[in-house]
Structure formats: structure tokens, C-alpha cells
T-cell receptor, first 116, second 114 residues
């Protein structure tokens, strides 16, 4: 049962254009959502997050939108740069608990390629 | 500031061998976890710990053991390696006291079982 899904394995955009990466989830208990970026041979690095009480969070060129009724979130990168080329993982977490900790459920990832 | 450190970076094992993947963090985080990354499957949780002496199973725990004797260290043991355990393994840590905080990942261990 894949609770977090990224349906696009890959996305290619031109430098300067907008990149939109999508993520769907099924578990309505998730209350915190994160995006991670991963370069080859490196660990995932945190990019941006959003809690379920918000519908938008912005950090520079990166904006995450959350649509709770549709159980959908998206990451917008504007403008896209060649250095943004990486695998992007969407992750979700239920309310943090003393025994459950910070369990993250990840999507499959989307390979973003930004062409110069 | 080291963050999360994993060793080794690469390892080749023969089927049936055992080994321990090391993970250490210097951020005094209570929560630590192990994930494996396989093509097309994202990162899947193997085991996690909410503090020293406390561990629990994640999504794919079979064939792996963990222990947490200190806050800093969270080793992952492969009891009898199988080709299906060929993967990239990531250790992560995060604080529990701040509810909306990201997890920090190590650089990964690429394991091949032949």
C-alpha cells in the first residue's frame, strides 16, 4: 500500500522555466510534508516543508502547495536552474509521537533535469 | 559540524556473510532511523529508535537488527546477507522535541551482495 506516490518518474524543463513536481498521499493522518533533493552518491537533503494547517509555504525559488481535500501537494521551482537537476522525494509524516517518533513515508522520487 | 556520519561508504558482501553498517550523529537527536533506497521504490523505513534503549520495526525489517546503546550511535546489522539486500542504505536523525523539523540524512552506504 503506497501511501505517498509520485507518479512522474522524470521531468525535463528548460532553464528559466517553472518546474512543477507533484505528490499524492492517501493517509489523512499525515500532518507534515517535506521535499528532499538528492544528488547522485549523496544523501537526501531537506528542501522545504509544510504543515497541514497551511496551504502554501515559500522559500526563495521554491514553493510548496498543499491541497488537503485532494490529498495532493506540489513543489514549484521558479526559475529552474541546471543545478536543480536532481531526484526530488516527497515525504509525509503523521503527528510526531513519543513512541512513533518522526516516521517519514517517502514517494518514489522524480528525476528533474533542467536543460541549459 | 559532522551531522550524520555513515561508514563504510561502499561494501561488497558474499551471500551469507554478516556485517554492521555504522551510523553516528553529533546533534543530540533522540530519533534515528535506517532507510533503504531501491530504484523506483523511494526510501523505505527499516528500523527506527526514539532514544537509547528503544528500537522498533519499520516497513521492511526482515533480515536486519538494530540496537541503540547511546544517543549518538545507531548501527544496523545484517545477520546473513542476501542478494535482495543489495541497496543503498541511509541513516537519518531528527529531534523529537521540535515537532516540525526535518530529518537529517547521512551520505549513504552502497551495499552489494553477490
Amino acid at each position: 500500500d503506497q501511501q505517498v506516490k509520485q507518479n512522474s518518474p522524470s521531468l525535463s524543463v528548460q532553464e528559466g522555466r517553472i518546474s512543477i513536481l507533484n505528490c499524492d498521499y492517501t493517509n489523512s493522518m499525515f500532518d507534515y510534508f517535506l521535499w528532499y533533493k538528492k544528488y547522485p552518491a549523496e544523501g537526501p537533503t531537506f528542501l522545504i516543508s509544510i504543515s497541514s494547517i497551511k496551504d502554501k509555504n515559500e522559500d526563495g525559488r521554491f514553493t510548496v502547495f498543499l491541497n488537503k481535500s485532494a490529498k495532493h501537494l506540489s513543489l514549484h521551482i521558479v526559475p529552474s536552474q541546471p543545478g536543480d537537476s536532481a531526484v526530488y522525494f516527497c515525504a509525509a509524516r503523521p503527528p510526531q509521537g513519543a513512541t512513533s517518533g518522526s516516521r517519514l513515508t517517502f514517494g518514489e522520487g522524480t528525476q528533474l533535469t533542467v536543460n541549459p | 559540524n559532522a551531522g550524520v556520519t555513515q561508514t563504510p561508504k561502499f561494501q561488497v558482501l558474499k551471500t551469507g556473510q554478516s556485517m554492521t553498517l555504522q551510523c553516528a550523529q553529533d546533534m543530540n537527536h533522540e530519533y534515528m532511523s535506517w532507510y533503504r533506497q531501491d530504484p523506483g521504490m523511494g526510501l523505505r523505513l527499516i528500523h527506527y529508535s526514539v532514544g537509547a534503549g528503544i528500537t522498533d520495526q519499520g516497513e521492511v525489517p526482515n533480515g536486519y537488527n538494530v540496537s541503540r546503546s547511546t544517543t549518538e550511535d545507531f548501527p544496523l546489522r545484517l545477520l546473513s546477507a542476501a542478494p535482495s539486500q543489495t541497496s543503498v542504505y541511509f541513516c537519518a536523525s531528527s529531534p523529537l522535541v521540535r515537532p516540525y523539523t526535518e530529518a537529517f540524512f547521512g551520505q549513504g552506504t552502497r551495499l552489494t551482495v553477490v
